[in-house]
DNA sequence: GATGAAAATTGCTGGTCACGCAATATTGCC
DNA sequence: GGCAATATTGCGTGACCAGCAATTTTCATC
């Protein structure tokens, strides 16, 4: 990656981390996008060059997550399972498996998921995510993802799982750890979801 | 309902409605909050106290489809499985079944997946339907919906099933009818997605 | 019907945002 | 070291969104 490329790519990390901390800090409507610009020294003006919205910037560090998992499932060995593949490499992008989740990555993911001004922003981010994933699926099951709604369907199902474990995640009260609610949600999707869990 | 409430409730429909009308016919760029609120006969002010954004406005019908799911699931007969329920509540909203959709209909779900400020809406509107939807499932099992993964697994599933299904519905050439589309994505999801649809 | 309380609509306004454009500064290549 | 490509910046504009207070409309009660 040339240099000119590098410094773009920081400064555009430095932005979304600005834009996260602050809001974090102050709460989103207290952070004006003169006061991150500020944080990274750059002008307003630049912020809307690298980012079209505040929300934006937040979601930005999600995007590259969900970026993430789908090209760390092209790398994955070509004799596991489809399903194996993507349980692992899910579940091994869910953050730490210890008990202590990274408290600001908790405030970050609440700040994404609560705030509404952001959670489109957040949801577009994880159907782009869903869509590269889809793309890895096809090409590594050999289908075409515009013809053959599979790979969709599975990245997607792969998206709602991933929802609906953040959000029992942050509703946990003591708190949990994520991947073990993130593994039993794509089982359950595995196993079919007509039947529910026995229990 | 009240003379009141069914006053608001026709306005907020009629700008809804003209908010995708317009939003269709010139682009969303060319459509002003104050083009929409002169076409229902209605101040600009009052347009906010309805929607807190063009995008919003649009993306009330979808939201209002969403819940009118939750709310058939749970008019249907207690003997039927959840699965089977569901199936026949979301398919038979999914729009007629014949060979010709609806053309204003298509119109208003592409511009509401395409126009990148609207996506976001879209995807709020969809999320808040399957919420309802999750309470209903719950209800209709017996589960906790707060403690329980499954009601919300099997809501977001559906609203990936529908996600999935509308997105190569729009793609189809020649158009084919979506009702064939999701019932196939639901069966899918049933069946358990390891398992990739014999073919 | 008339009346008063509750609620909806409206105009005004301030603060913010997002972007087009043109000028300037910086970078990387030869 | 100079040049072309590209990034940054300042400025200006148009639009949006919400708070507030005033006004109008609705509805329940008499």
Redesign the pocket.
Known sequence: M???ER??WE?RQALSWAAVRLAVERGLNNV???DIAAEVG??P??F??YF???AEAISARHLDRGRQIAAALRARPADESLWEAITHVAVSHAGPDDQRPDPEWTAGVRLMTSEPSVQGEFMKASAAAESELAVAIAERIGADAERDMYPGLVAAAVGAATQVAIQHWLRSDPPVPLTPLLRDALDQIAAGLPQPPTG
């Open positions: 040339g240099l000119r410094k773009k400064t004006l996008v003169e750059v002008s003006r630049t809307n060059n079209s919205s505040k």
